[in-house]
C-alpha cells in the first residue's frame, strides 16, 4: 500500500494522460468549455491552497515546526477530512475539460477519486488512527471523508490558518504548470 501511497497523484492522472490522445474537435474547445475548465481549475487549486494554509506540507520546515505533530482539522478540513485530493480530482478534470475533451472529464474524475478513495481507506487512515489515536478516530467520525458539509462552512472560512497564503501559494505554483499541454492541446488542434 505505501507504493500505491507514493505514486498516487501519477495513478490518479493515467487516464488524463491518455486523454491527450483523444481526438480533438473545434465544438469541444469553445469558450465554455475553456471557460468551465478554467473556473473547475481554479476553484481546485484555491482548495489547494486553502488547505495547504493548514497542513502545511509542502511549507518549508522552518515554517511548519510547530504543526508536525498537530492533525490538520481547522479550515478545510473542518468540511471534509481530503479537501486536497478533492481539490487533485478537480484540477484533473478541469485539464481534461481544457484540453479539449470535456466528454473524458467524468472518466477522469471518477478514475482519480477510486485512487484517492483506496489510497486513503487503506493506507492514509489506518496511518492516522494510529499516530493520532482517538482524536483521529473522534474527528473521522464527525468529519465526512470526501463530502463537504455545510454546517461548519462558517467557522472553516473564518479559522486562521497555521501559515500565511504567500507561503501556501508558493507551495502550490507547481501546479499551474499542469494546464501548460492542455492549454497547448487546445489551441495547437
Not at 47 to 65: D, E, F, H, S
Not at 109 to 127: A, G, Q, R
Amino acid at each position: 500500500m505505501k507504493i500505491l501511497f507514493k505514486l498516487r497523484t501519477i495513478i490518479a492522472i493515467i487516464p488524463l494522460m491518455y486523454c491527450l490522445t483523444l481526438p480533438h474537435s473545434s465544438l469541444a474547445s469553445g469558450p465554455l468549455n475553456m471557460s468551465a475548465g478554467a473556473i473547475l481549475f481554479a476553484i481546485g487549486l484555491a482548495i489547494r491552497i486553502w488547505a495547504q494554509q493548514y497542513l502545511g506540507y509542502r511549507i518549508p520546515k522552518k515554517y511548519r515546526k510547530a504543526q508536525r505533530k498537530k492533525l490538520a482539522t481547522n479550515g478545510p478540513y473542518k468540511l471534509c477530512r481530503n479537501p486536497v485530493y478533492v481539490a487533485n480530482a478537480l484540477i484533473i478534470t478541469s485539464l481534461a475539460i481544457l484540453a479539449g475533451a470535456p466528454w473524458f472529464s467524468s472518466i477522469t474524475f471518477t478514475w482519480s477519486m477510486l485512487v484517492y478513495h483506496v489510497v486513503v481507506s487503506k493506507y492514509e487512515e489506518p496511518h492516522l488512527a494510529e499516530k493520532y489515536g482517538t482524536e483521529y478516530l473522534e474527528y473521522s467520525e464527525n468529519v465526512s471523508r470526501w463530502l463537504p458539509s455545510t454546517e461548519n462552512i462558517m467557522s472553516a472560512i473564518t479559522d486562521p490558518s497555521q501559515f500565511p497564503f504567500y507561503l501556501a501559494l508558493k507551495s502550490e505554483i507547481y501546479n499551474i504548470a499542469w494546464t501548460f499541454p492542455f492549454v497547448l492541446r487546445h489551441f495547437l488542434y
